[in-house]
């Protein structure tokens, strides 16, 4: 393997990464707006 084919592919592997990485995000984004529809936070009067 030459150094053009071990660069390309750590940047594959670093593509992946973020990728998990955004996806992970977005699904823990979207279950804190789901929890906060089911149980909206209380108002003091």
């Given amino acids: 393997m030459d150094r053009m084919e071990m660069l390309l592919e750590s ?3 670093m593509g ?7 996806i ?3 699904i823990f984004f979207m279950i ?5 529809k089911l149980f ?5 009067n």
């Avoid at 909206?40 to 003091?44: A, E, G, R, T």
């Fill in 11 to 13: 940047l594959r592997v």
């Fill in 32 to 36: 804190i707006v789901g929890l906060n």
């Fill in 40 to 44: 909206p936070p209380q108002k003091d």
């Fill in 24 to 26: 992970f995000m977005s």
């Fill in 16 to 22: 992946f990464g973020m990728a998990g990485i955004f």
